[in-house]
């Protein structure tokens, strides 16, 4: 029961930083968990990020680790996508997304069927 609507995205150099954002339109994330994946060409998506309803625990997949953080506002009903240290196979199309499970457990921040709320995707292009 949220609708999100992404912001950002956009063309980078190699080693540059952006920053994603996604507020919800209706609804209160307070009490989701929240998480961020991406689509490269030609590819399944696949998990980036993930923060539980709490803001307590957080995950990221092996490949955006110590480059990318997430962060929730809660007062302002929004969750965001630091990107740092870009590169161009960080290419893709990035969704921001809501699971309603009052969990901090792996396996489900990590999984994209648990999510029951999307944005539209934010094109992020990173150039060499």
């Known amino acids: 029961q949220v609708q999100l609507v992404e912001s950002g995205g956009g063309l980078v150099q190699t080693g540059g930083s952006l920053r994603l954002s996604c507020a919800a339109s209706?609804?209160?994330?307070?009490?989701?968990?929240l998480g961020w994946f991406r689509r490269a060409p030609g590819k399944e998506r696949e998990f980036v990020a993930a923060m539980d309803w709490s803001g307590i625990t957080s995950y990221y997949s092996d490949s955006v680790k110590g480059r990318f953080t997430i962060s929730r506002d809660n007062a302002k009903n929004t969750v965001s996508l630091q990107m740092n240290s870009l590169k161009p196979e960080d290419t893709a199309v990035y969704y921001c997304?809501?699971?309603?499970?009052?969990?901090?457990?792996?396996?489900?921040?990590?999984?994209?069927?648990?999510?029951?709320?999307w944005g539209q995707g934010a094109q992020v292009t990173v150039s060499s």
């Open positions: 209706e609804g209160t994330l307070s009490t989701y968990g």
């Open positions: 997304a809501a699971n309603p499970a009052y969990s901090n457990g792996r396996f489900i921040l990590q999984t994209e069927s648990r999510y029951t709320s």
